[in-house]
């Protein structure tokens, strides 16, 4: 069964740092895109960045230049270290995974994690 769990949600400061993890089982790690996506309350889920199996990365306009995505693929732990929050970058985050390749910020995904909350206060 595949499995993505995520971790390091929490409150920061705009202007401020988070790292998000994304721990998965259930498959061969790096063989596949995989992407964090988020959902403000109210909005629609959004891509923001994503790593395909070759360490291609892609990112949303709205994160580029602050966020950075990574993978060590030997503890199959998906990152996304977050600088420069702004509030309009709380929301619930997604951990997601596609297939071999990423077509950009948004995958295409199939599985999703529980996600993990991150609040931005101005």
């Known amino acids: 069964e595949v499995q993505l769990v995520e971790s390091g949600g929490g409150s920061v400061q705009a202007g401020g740092s988070l790292r998000l993890s994304c721990t998965a089982s259930?498959?061969?790690?790096?063989?596949?895109?995989q992407a964090w996506f988020r959902q403000a309350p109210g909005k629609e889920r959004e891509g923001v960045a994503a790593?395909?199996?070759?360490?291609?990365?892609f990112y949303s306009d709205s994160v580029k230049g602050r966020f950075t995505i990574s993978k060590d693929s030997a503890k199959k732990t998906l990152h996304l270290q977050m600088n420069n929050l702004k509030p309009d970058d709380a929301g619930t985050y997604y951990c997601?995974?596609?297939?071999?390749?990423?077509?950009?910020?948004?995958?295409?995904?199939?599985?999703w994690g529980q996600g993990t909350q991150v609040t931005v206060s101005s």
């Open positions: 997601a995974r596609g297939f071999r390749y990423c077509e950009s910020h948004e995958g295409p995904v199939s599985v």
């Open positions: 259930g498959y061969t790690y790096s063989a596949y895109c």
């Open positions: 790593i395909d199996g070759d360490g291609k990365t």
